[in-house]
Nanobody
Framework: VQLQASGGGLVQPGGSLRLSCAAP????????MGWYRQPPGKEREMVAI???????HYVDSVKGRFTISRDNAKSSVYLQMNSLKVEDTAVYYC????????WGQGTQVTVSS
């Protein structure tokens, strides 16, 4: 199973980016979808998740700045990132979690002036 993540890039502090991740329909409709990130030299951490019933949860450091959403028609999950900070720099990964776990390839987000 392949998750297709995209949308990373270089942005200045205070800027915005939107990450996208597409999953197979049979996975997407029942699995919890999430975004994780791994900053340079650090452990991977959960950023935000959304369940099939649209419950959402965020790590404290992104609350009020990031928004996770899912589009069932497109079998896609998004992460809108606003007011980006230097410390948001990381490789961001999409994950589908249910009976099994599936990871997408990472997409680099660099926040720098």
């Amino acid at each position: 199973v392949q998750l297709q993540a995209s949308g990373g890039g270089l942005v200045q502090p205070g800027g915005s980016l939107r990450l996208s991740c597409a999953a197979p329909e049979d996975i997407f409709k029942t699995y919890t979808m999430g975004w994780y990130r791994q900053p340079p030299g650090k452990e991977r951490e959960m950023v935000a998740i959304t369940t099939s019933r649209y419950y959402t949860h965020y790590v404290d450091s992104v609350k009020g700045r990031f928004t996770i959403s899912r589009d069932n028609a497109k079998s896609s999950v998004y992460l809108q990132m606003n007011s980006l900070k230097v410390e948001d720099t990381a490789v961001y990964y999409c994950k589908a979690e249910g009976l099994l776990e599936y990871w997408g390839q990472g997409t680099q987000v660099t926040v720098s002036s």
